[in-house]
């Protein structure tokens, strides 16, 4: 009699433990296109397996398919990653406010705004200014 084989496709991965994985030749070519940014092999999985799993999770969060099915990528939007990774630095304060530093990041709208040097007014403007009376 064959006895029962215990698979592990359906098994949930656990945290800690190293699975392994057979590559196959578009695996393996797949994986080397995402290495291409200077990424290791570790990291070009993680990224990989991210992607896809939060296109699942929205997927399923919006209720475009049921939770258990897997979603079918329709269209897609590309955006450069910003080239700074981790968390932004803060502007130092003189007396005269803030001074951001070049690798201060904006964390919002707000703070991209103040990042921007105040303009010096055009000649027309200068122009149109009320001269100072003594």
């Given at each position: 009699?064959?006895?029962?084989?215990?698979?592990?496709?359906?098994a949930r991965?656990?945290?800690g433990?190293?699975?392994?994985?057979?590559?196959?030749?578009?695996?393996?070519?797949d994986?080397?296109?995402?290495m291409q940014?200077?990424?290791?092999?570790?990291?070009?999985?993680?990224?990989?397996v991210?992607?896809?799993?939060?296109?699942?999770r929205?997927?399923?969060?919006?209720?475009?398919v049921p939770?258990?099915t897997?979603?079918t990528?329709?269209?897609?939007?590309?955006?450069?990653?910003?080239?700074?990774?981790?968390?932004?630095?803060?502007?130092?304060?003189?007396?005269e406010?803030?001074?951001?530093?070049?690798?201060?990041r904006?964390t919002?709208?707000?703070?991209?705004?103040?990042q921007?040097?105040?303009?010096?007014?055009?000649?027309?403007?200068q122009?149109?200014?009320?001269?100072?009376?003594?």
């Amino acid at each position: 009699m064959a006895t029962e084989q215990r698979t592990q496709r359906r098994a949930r991965p656990i945290a800690g433990t190293r699975p392994t994985v057979r590559l196959d030749e578009q695996f393996a070519r797949d994986l080397a296109v995402l290495m291409q940014t200077g990424d290791d092999l570790t990291t070009a999985m993680r990224t990989a397996v991210g992607i896809v799993a939060n296109l699942y999770r929205t997927a399923w969060h919006h209720e475009i398919v049921p939770v258990g099915t897997a979603p079918t990528l329709d269209a897609y939007k590309f955006v450069e990653k910003p080239p700074v990774v981790g968390p932004p630095s803060l502007p130092w304060v003189t007396h005269e406010g803030p001074v951001w530093t070049p690798s201060s990041r904006p964390t919002s709208a707000d703070d991209g705004r103040r990042q921007q040097p105040p303009t010096q007014p055009s000649y027309r403007q200068q122009a149109r200014r009320p001269l100072a009376r003594p």
